[in-house]
């Protein structure tokens, strides 16, 4: 939750042996997030050195319960968080 809430900087491993270095600062990573990595997916077939984008799918699991500290905890760090 820490990291969905505040950013995260992954490694995930591709298909063809590499891996892909992902930087996601600048958004909140909701259940269901989809970042798109632009060239980074399967090779286009009828555009020869021409890649597709890949598309990094997040399961966001959340906490079933808090303690009153922690739930204190929340509160305060979301204090000034702007909603849409």
Same mark, same amino acid.
């Given at each position: 939750?820490?990291? @969905?809430?505040?950013?995260?900087?992954?490694?995930?491993?591709?298909? +063809?042996?590499?891996?892909?270095?992902?930087?996601?600062?600048?958004? %909140?990573?909701?259940?269901? /997030?989809?970042?798109? !990595?632009?060239? @980074?997916?399967?090779?286009?077939?009828?555009?020869?050195?021409? /890649?597709?984008?890949?598309?990094?799918?997040? #399961? !966001?699991?959340?906490? %079933?319960?808090? #303690?009153? +500290?922690?739930?204190? @905890? %929340?509160?305060?760090?979301?204090?000034?968080?702007? /909603?849409?």
């Amino acid at each position: 939750m820490s990291q @969905a809430l505040r950013g995260v900087k992954l490694r995930i491993p591709h298909l +063809d042996g590499t891996t892909k270095e992902v930087l996601i600062k600048d958004r %909140v990573i909701h259940p269901n /997030y989809i970042h798109r !990595i632009s060239g @980074a997916g399967m090779p286009r077939p009828k555009e020869p050195g021409s /890649y597709g984008d890949l598309l990094v799918k997040f #399961d !966001i699991q959340f906490p %079933v319960s808090l #303690d009153k +500290d922690q739930k204190e @905890a %929340v509160k305060k760090g979301l204090e000034n968080v702007k /909603y849409k």
